[in-house]
């Protein structure tokens, strides 16, 4: 299978690099025709100023005329991949695969328009933004001849909004990179032996609505929260809101850390006992598994998070050292709390390991091998 990855993929995004990686498994001699225009934007919802958008369009500007000639001009393949974030990508570069008569797999992860329009409410969406960028998404949909998601839910959901067929959506689990989030090596410190001091709790995130970050807030200080240690790792679109939360209270069991580099996270990690998901109340919140979900889990970390009909697409039942909650109920967070504080001495040295199979790379390698062959033989 001759594979070509086409665009101005994202190689910031945890998904786009596992993405790049099963691909090269699948195709080890992967045809790469990249133009970078995202490096540098952690957030595209809060990038300000005016130079950095305009950097941001001069890009995209000079990226299409490029990829299209070296696409045209690019040797014998099967099928090509745009990956995200590829809604310009499909709308401009897809039409050249069509020409070529190569089938187009659109990992498009979530959808643009949801994002933009009703999970983060940064726009009205029968304003004219949304309602170009519902029409943009609804025909990337019709252009590619696979539309990918990270769960069965966020797929149920472009069905919804863009009637795109059953037989034509995927959903490939995101996973976590194992070099950067394997498990901590036991010591004095991370052993299961007995335990002295407060629970250390860890969130790490953009702070976006569909975190719900402000019921962590809430928890960490009620006074059954005061009895916990709380690291708030992160930036974005509320962190200004939730800041001025914090500075408003003497709050000394919770330290606030504005950023930690990617490569600097398995060390919060391996400091941390518990782990913290997302618990928000948006519909986008139950469709999706974070990336610091999947991370936990990968570096065999006790994690609490909220339930919700993505999760149940990884996990059925109770496991131990994963506590499942109500959204946007900080009550519910602290008594996971309480129950891992009881349960710490106890849980297994190996938590996660056959979760961490179903997400780790062999697994989405496996994954993406099917999507693509049903793509070639459509």
């Not at 941001?56 to 696409?71: F, G, I, M, S, T």
């Not at 962590?216 to 005061?226: K, P």
């Not at 040295?349 to 780790?360: I, M, N, P, Q, W």
């Amino acid at each position: 299978m001759r594979v070509v990855l086409l665009g101005t993929y994202d190689l910031g995004k945890p998904r786009t690099r596992l993405l790049r990686d099963a691909l090269h498994a699948i195709d080890p001699t992967l045809r790469e025709l990249h133009f970078p225009v995202w490096e540098g934007v952690e957030d595209k919802s809060v990038m300000t100023g005016l130079g950095a958008k305009l950097g941001v369009a001069v890009r995209l500007l000079l990226a299409y005329p490029v990829l299209a000639l070296r696409y045209l001009f690019t040797g014998r393949h099967d099928v090509v991949v745009i990956g995200y974030l590829g809604l310009f990508d499909v709308l401009l570069l897809a039409p050249l695969a069509k020409l070529r008569g190569k089938p187009v797999v659109w990992d498009s992860f979530l959808s643009v328009y949801d994002t933009y329009a009703r999970d983060r409410a940064m726009a009205p969406e029968r304003g004219w933004t949304a309602r170009l960028l519902r029409w943009m998404e609804r025909k990337a949909c019709a252009l590619a001849d696979r539309v990918v998601l990270d769960t069965r839910a966020h797929a149920a959901l472009m069905e919804e909004l863009h009637g795109v067929p059953q037989g034509k959506l995927d959903a490939v689990l995101v996973g976590a990179e194992a070099g950067t989030f394997a498990p901590a090596t036991a010591t004095a410190e991370t052993g299961t032996g007995p335990v002295t001091g407060p629970v250390k709790v860890l969130f790490y995130g953009q702070f976006i609505p569909l975190h719900g970050i402000d019921t962590i807030v809430d928890a960490a200080l009620d006074q059954r929260g005061r009895r916990f240690s709380w690291t708030i790792i992160g930036q974005g679109q509320e962190a200004q809101r939730i800041d001025a939360r914090l500075a408003e209270v003497e709050a000394p069991q919770v330290e606030r850390i504005g950023w930690v580099a990617y490569d600097g996270l398995q060390d919060q990690l391996a400091a941390a006992d518990v782990c913290l998901g997302i618990f928000g109340t948006s519909d986008k919140s139950a469709r999706v598994i974070p990336n610091k979900v999947y991370q936990t889990l990968m570096a065999n970390k006790p994690l609490i998070t909220r339930d919700s009909p993505a999760m149940r697409e990884l996990v059925s039942g109770e496991r131990p050292g994963l506590y499942l909650v109500p959204p946007a109920d900080p009550v519910a967070l602290l008594d996971a709390l309480e129950k891992f504080a009881q349960d710490r001495e106890t849980l297994p040295a190996t938590l996660h390991g056959d979760l961490c199979e179903a997400f780790a790379l062999p697994a989405l390698t496996q994954q993406w091998r099917g999507v693509l062959e049903k793509a070639i033989t459509r």
